[in-house]
């Protein structure tokens, strides 16, 4: 009996996650760079907020806002490793994108505040996953990607799809 549970244990995922796409890519050595200003930074944070949310309510999709900014080598990466074909399908298929310009930590902070996140960034890119109706689902670990140029496109990629839903 025990050896039965730790089994079930063992194999039963700690909550339903979608597969991962399969990747063209196994090192961010082999990304190629097509964006290399991947926030706006004259965009209307709130407003683009506020439309992910719409839009996730008729779609069913999570939302997952991209804090970062234009300087910051991890989200250039993770915002190139997104523009991969197999990335994009999986994420539009899964999630409402909006990227939200966090300049040098001194911009559009009420968004992460909105979250609870109201202690300063750890670092960028924070991505919140959020619920159509605004529940964050990745509190504990909002920052996991703020180190993406030194983590694999898997872990990345099993990253999204654990939040996908």
Known sequence: MKKLLAILLLTTPAFAAVPGPKLSIKDFKQLPVVLTQPYDEGANAEAAVKD???RAQKSHKRVL??????WCVDCIVLA???????MARFMAAHYEVVTVDVGRFNRNLQIPARFGVTKKLEGVPALLIATPDGKLVNGKDVFATATASEMTP????????????
């Not at 806002?65 to 234009?70: E, K, V, Y």
């Not at 190139?80 to 197999?86: A, C, G, I, Q, Y």
């Open 52 to 54: 992910a949310f719409a």
């Open 65 to 70: 806002i991209d804090l970062g900014g234009n």
């Open 80 to 86: 190139n490793f997104l523009k991969l074909p197999e």
């Open 154 to 165: 898997k872990s990345v990629a099993d990253y999204l799809a654990k939040y996908a839903g």
